[in-house]
């Protein structure tokens, strides 16, 4: 059994800090489990690794067979604070006592304009701002390009190669890639407009962040128009799409140009912010502070919650009554929200975010001296990713990557892909990972690229 120092200290029920396969993966309950989903549950909702989870905290699933496995997905970067975090179950529980609803645009109660205050205190820049909250990350984006239609008066909405910004409708339209996110599911929501993004790896020639920048303010003034833009749209770090980090000076010639144009700049933080990349959110890193921010993910410490955080004078340029919704900011999502924001700061998560950004980045490194596959390692904090190639050192290598993390799967290392060519391997470990944990998810990985390569 494990001593005290295996038990994680903060986030989820008591569970050892341990990888611990007793079947294969997924083994037979999982397997009998999956059958039964398979019945009923739409074809279309994908899944990366079939195992029934039962229990989580701290750094592992443990799943429906008894296996231990090592989380280095967080649900998609959303159990920054671990699973089952004590501050935020606490409060859910004595929210989920006290009332579960009311909506908030009948009745209104504390819960949602403390995670407002809370957001504007947070977010980038110390002007005035407000929120609206919202239940997923789609539906964050969809009311910020609301707003700043609102607000400009105008209707086109600039976005980048690459970007992910959800699956509804409108930000079907702002997603970049076809395949799964938009395939047969058009036609699509219009005035959405694409521009190149900084994406050093692929870039034939080096270009600095600067002039990436200029390539599509330059793309962007002649195909739409300043004048017609309501809002560039951005993720500072560019998640689905392959955790593409824009070469440093990208953003803030971008921010520098749309304040100067009256264009609204919204960062679309929903994977990057809340601790993942080693500050609150990835702007901070460049000092660049956009009019609206959009969050969701990490917000809750898993619970359904989005927002949209900005200037003042901004998200009041709506109509009385023109934004809202029957859950947005639902009680015991807001109270999960505190929770995760007290955890935060309690452990300085941001912190930890940086020191597991280092020992990936070491072992990240590590590997690709020894792997030329791997072609790029990439990514800021808690966020870190490897794009894997062909012998060419440049041709993305999709099965490949896919190999590899069915290999860690198999192993009990939960590891996500992604990327506009499915060949990256992304890390997203819950913040309040033990370091023993992360040394081992590794150790792991490594054992894949010796078995795989
Ligand atoms: C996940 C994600 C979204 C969509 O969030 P949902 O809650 O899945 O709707 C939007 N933007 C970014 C950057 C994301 O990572």
Sequence with gaps: MSDAADVTRHGGPELPQERRLVTEIPGPVSTAKFARRDQHVAA????????????????????????????????????????????????????????????FMVTPYDGYVDV????????????????????????????????????????????FDHAYHGRTNLTMAMTAKSMPYKHGFGPFANEVYRAPVSYPFREPA??????????????????????????????????????VVPAPGFLPRLREWTERHGIVF????????????????????????????TTAKG???????????GRADVMDAVHVGGLGGTYGGNPVACAAALGAMEAMEKHDLA??????????????????EEYPVIGDVRGRGAMMAVEIVG????????????SLSAYCHAQGVVTLTCGTYGNVLRFLPPL??????????????ADAFASTT
Excluded at 270 to 280: K, L, M, S
Excluded at 299 to 309: K, Q, R
Excluded at 351 to 367: C, D, K, Q, S
Aim: with cysteine.
């Design 266 to 293: 919204v960062a679309d933080e929903i994977q990057t912010g809340f601790c993942r990349t080693g500050d609150w959110f990835a702007c901070d890193h460049e000092g660049v502070v956009p009019d609206l921010v």
């Design 116 to 159: 407002c205050e809370r957001l504007a205190h947070l977010t980038p820049g110390t002007h005035p701002k407000k929120s609206a909250l919202l239940n997923s990350g789609a539906e964050a984006v969809e009311n910020a390009v609301k707003v700043a239609r609102s607000f400009t008066g105008r209707d086109a909405v600039a976005v």
């Design 351 to 368: 912190a930890r975010a940086r020191a597991l950004g280092e020992t990936m980045t070491r072992r990240l490194t590590a590997l690709a």
């Design 44 to 103: 279309g909702v994908g899944t990366t690794l079939p195992v029934f989870v039962e229990a989580a905290g701290g750094g592992v699933l443990v799943d429906a067979d008894g296996n231990s496995l090592i989380d280095l997905a967080s649900g998609i970067a959303v159990t920054s604070v671990g699973n089952s975090a004590p501050e935020v179950t606490s409060r859910v529980v004595e929210q989920a006592q006290a009332f579960t609803h009311t909506c």
């Design 432 to 445: 309040v990972m033990p370091d023993h944990l992360l040394e081992e998810a590794f150790d792991v990985l």
């Design 206 to 243: 080096p270009v600095s962040g600067e002039e990436a920048a200029d390539r599509a303010i330059d793309v962007l003034e002649k195909q739409v128009g300043a004048a017609n833009l309501a809002c560039v749209v951005i993720e500072p770090i560019l998640g689905e799409g392959g955790f």
């Design 391 to 402: 012998a060419d050192g440049h041709t993305p290598d999709a099965v490949r990557a896919g």
């Design 299 to 309: 917000i809750a410490g898993g619970f359904p919650l989005a927002a949209v955080t």
